[in-house]
């Protein structure tokens, strides 16, 4: 059985880092993109505060590890992987300021490139 699902795009730099994850944080989060793709939401997934709608992070715990793949919903028919990443703070939850800038810069020149 075909499932209609929606292809996923890389920034080039978001899938370096995605690569140097463990490999079962991998099939993890790529087993997050599937489901995000055939248009379900994963268990994994949460809107990532500092951004409107359609910018949501995948939050992984893996091994004692924190992992993050940060994507954006909403620019054309894909799914956009903005920025992966493992997650070094061990206070709080929040996304660090380095990441939030750098998905910020990519999404505006992804957005820009896309138009």
Same mark, same amino acid.
């Given at each position: ?22 490999? @079962?944080?991998?099939?993890?989060? +790529?087993? =997050? #993109?599937? $489901? ?27 091994? @004692?590890?924190?992992?993050?793949? +940060?994507? =954006? #919903?909403? $620019? ?40």
């Amino acid at each position: 059985m075909l499932r209609d699902t929606r292809p996923i795009s890389w920034i080039k730099a978001a899938r370096k880092d995605f690569e140097d994850f463990p490999q @079962g944080a991998q099939l993890e989060m +790529a087993r =997050a #993109l599937t $489901i995000l793709a055939e248009g379900r939401m994963p268990d994994i997934a949460k809107h990532l505060a500092g951004f409107e709608g359609g910018v949501m992070e995948l939050a992984l715990k893996h091994r @004692g590890d924190a992992f993050r793949v +940060a994507y =954006a #919903l909403q $620019i054309g028919s894909d799914i956009w992987v903005l920025h992966a990443f493992q997650k070094k703070s061990k206070s709080g939850i929040k996304t660090p300021k380095p990441d939030i800038d750098l998905i910020h810069e990519r999404l505006k020149r992804l957005k820009e490139r896309l138009g």
